[in-house]
């Protein structure tokens, strides 16, 4: 084993998640470009993980080691939420009925509900749709079998990354599920077409 690509590649992949959070907590102007570097971080970080050994185990040792880490960071942030749940919150400021709505318990239930279920289960489905379409497209340009495979193999759970990341940061509910499923329409129709 390579230790000097995998020390840095886990310090990368460490950065990359590091950089996510920082753009998590603090939105601004450069907000887009700061979850883009993150990714890139990462990106960097398995590829130098690709060096250790042979590319397929190295990169799948980085990409384990990268949603250890985001599950840790996850789990870190929100422990709060489950040690402060009795705490009633401060009343909200009466505005509309809508701004009201949002803040009671059942308005946060349902928007954290509806945050999961966008990024994990339907998430994954659409991830999956979208992965099939690719590997049909790559079939078209007269990619072979295997490599297609591989190819879409990797790139499902990158999809899945990257729309339940998108699904937790975006906190309007109707643009993100109006967007998400628009893809899951286009990635079906070219199923149905190619078929």
Known sequence: MKMFPAFFGTMS????VGVLRFAWRRKNRMHSLIILGGWMIILGGLFLWGQVGS???GIALGTLLFICLAMILLGFNAWPAFVNRDRKPPPAPRTNESQIS??????????????FFLAAPI??????????????LLQ???VETANGIVTTFFLTPFLWTTIATWMVIDTTIARKTTLLFCFAALSALHLAWVQ
């Open 13 to 16: 992949i460490a950065l990359g």
């Open 55 to 57: 590319a397929d185990w």
């Open 102 to 115: 949002d803040q009671t318990p059942r308005g946060v239930c349902a928007k954290h509900l509806s945050a």
């Open 123 to 136: 998430g994954g489905g659409i991830a999956i749709i979208l992965t099939l379409s690719v590997f049909e």
């Open 140 to 142: 078209t340009f007269g």
